[in-house]
């Protein structure tokens, strides 16, 4: 006789009491994700796409760019996006909870996590009204552009990103982040 697997439901307060292991721990409407540390080359993709955006976002105001252990959290879910851009959020005692949604999320795909960038944290992010999604691929030198209700935009040599309210988009080769 077959019998049904049930599938643990994680919470907050549970991925919040694992240990400190230079892992990521990540919860996706009860789903747990943990990713290892990231490759050097992870992070000098990284790297260059903060450079790129950062004198971008302030020259607009569009807040800063935000790196990993900066969290988003929507509806029991919390995510380190890769980069992130976002007001940041002001008072004495911040929570995650009230952080403003960010305008763009980026994730740099790789073996063990393309699935889950591609779908879960796809999901979560469009459902939680992230303006821009962007899914970095270092095998194909690509990055795709999702918006909601969109259709997805895949860029090999150059992207342009124009958030509501700028008046001039920023435009940058591809070969800037990849090389």
């Not at 919860?27 to 990713?35: A, Q």
């Not at 944290?121 to 552009?145: C, F, H, N, Q």
């Amino acid at each position: 006789m077959h019998m049904a697997t049930t599938t643990k439901r994680w919470t907050l307060e549970e991925i919040h009491s694992l240990p400190d292991d230079g892992n990521k721990y990540e919860l996706v409407r009860g789903e747990l994700f943990v990713t290892p540390p990231p490759t050097e080359s992870h992070e000098t993709i990284l790297a260059r796409l903060a450079a790129i955006l950062a004198p971008y976002v302030a020259a607009n105001g569009l807040g800063l760019v935000y790196r990993p252990r900066a969290v988003m959290r929507f509806e029991g879910s919390e995510v380190e996006p890769d980069l992130m851009v976002r007001q940041p959020h002001s008072g004495p005692d911040t929570s995650w909870d009230d952080a403003p949604t960010p305008i763009l999320v980026v994730e740099v795909l790789s073996g063990s996590t393309r699935r889950r960038d591609r779908e879960q944290k796809r999901s979560l992010y469009m459902d939680a009204g992230v303006a821009e999604y962007w899914l970095v691929d270092p095998e194909r030198l690509t990055i795709t552009s999702v918006r909601p209700g969109e259709e997805d935009r895949v860029a090999s040599n150059q992207l342009s990103w124009m958030p509501r309210g700028v008046k001039e988009p920023l435009t940058f080769e591809l070969s800037r982040v990849f090389n």
